[in-house]
């Protein structure tokens, strides 16, 4: 009999959704109270003012209680108008997802990108953005619309970058730009690098269950959804932008996990935000290393665009990668994220996210080790060995012992 509740935490590694801390859980867990009562005032207008700093932006953050799909949709149907030309960028599966969306709203979509799975390699190619805005001389062209971290593949792209291209082409289509598993894991600046739409979500870097997801927004979208002819009502940032001045939303929002992300944003500033960033990176490249030492390939070619958020490994040939989930699934109560889309039963995703500690990654990497030498994959050397090598010679003190 399998049935049993295999001992110890389960090690949620998937990108997303990331394990929620304990903290976060116990806030989650008050009761909750009424949404137009003046204690809802305090906390809605707590977290519409802190999220702000999260999304490093002055302008107002609309907060939904939807998944991150809904936050897309409300990005599109905020800014445009039936038959509008968007150009987006095949950057992997998330990237498809929205341009579906986009066809299914009437827009017309372009998808830019290089072909197979190559496109599904590394991050934007501004200078593509830019020819093509460039050709665009009658302005057709509404929006750009790019994913920031890539959660199929493991990828991040310079939005800077993608901004510069906009501004040399000279075009004044909208900047949209996903973020809903870079946000809070990965540097990320909306007011800084011009985006006008951000689209995030609670359940990555936020280390909330899912449930609610936001739009960061411009004067310049603010000005564009005023003209825009989509239909809109639930989405519509008119209404929720008026109320949440006072704290409050047009609707029933969703209390408990606006308790959370109060807890959240506290936790996220005591250790600073660069901080947070600092352990990403530091944690994306050990795995990295345990990868390179295992001989396998990493998903993401382009040294500048690895995600801190996670790690797509490539498998050998003949390797079913959903084998090797199921024998770590199995055998050491551990999920890892499957392979999406094109790149299906090719590779898993190794999340480190949210509350990833050194220990976490340690134990993580571990389970992946044991998992592919079990499914008897000729590994090269230890990944484990390599990981812990670079989490040993990078250590920096969390804490004092008194
Ligand atoms: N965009 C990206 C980059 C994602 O990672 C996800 C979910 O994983 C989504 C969009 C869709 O968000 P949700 O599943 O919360 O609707």
Known sequence: NLNFHPAGRHFLQIPGPSPVPDRILRAISYPTIDHRGPEFGALGRQVLAGIRAIFKTQHPVVIYPASGTGAWEAALTNTMSPGDAVLMYETGHFASLWKKMAERLGLEPEFLGLPGIEGWR?????????QRLQA???HRI???C???????????????AVRRAIDRARHPALLMVDTISGLASADY?????????TVSGSQKGLMLPPGIS????????????RVARL???????????????????????????LYGLAEAMDMILEEGLDNVFARHLRLGA???????????EIQCVEEACHSPVLTGVMMPAGVDADRVRKLVYEHFNMSLGAGLGKLKGRMFRIGHLGECNDLTLMATLSGCEMGLGLAGVALQGSGVVAAMAHLQSTAQATARYP
């Open 286 to 296: 050990a795995c990295r290393q345990a990868v390179r030492a295992w001989g396998l």
């Open 122 to 130: 590394r991050g934007v190619q501004a200078d593509l953005i830019e």
């Open 136 to 138: 665009d001389s009658a």
């Open 146 to 160: 790019v994913v920031h971290n890539e959660t199929s593949t493991g990828v991040t792209t310079d939005i800077a």
């Open 214 to 225: 936001f739009n960061a927004l411009s004067p310049k979208a603010l000005a564009a959804s």
């Open 142 to 144: 509404k929006a750009v």
């Open 231 to 257: 239909p809109k009502a639930f989405w519509a940032w008119d209404e929720i932008v008026e109320m949440n001045s006072t704290g409050y939303w047009p609707y029933t929002p969703n209390t408990n996990l």
């Open 189 to 197: 600046r909306h007011d800084e690098w011009g985006v006008d739409v």
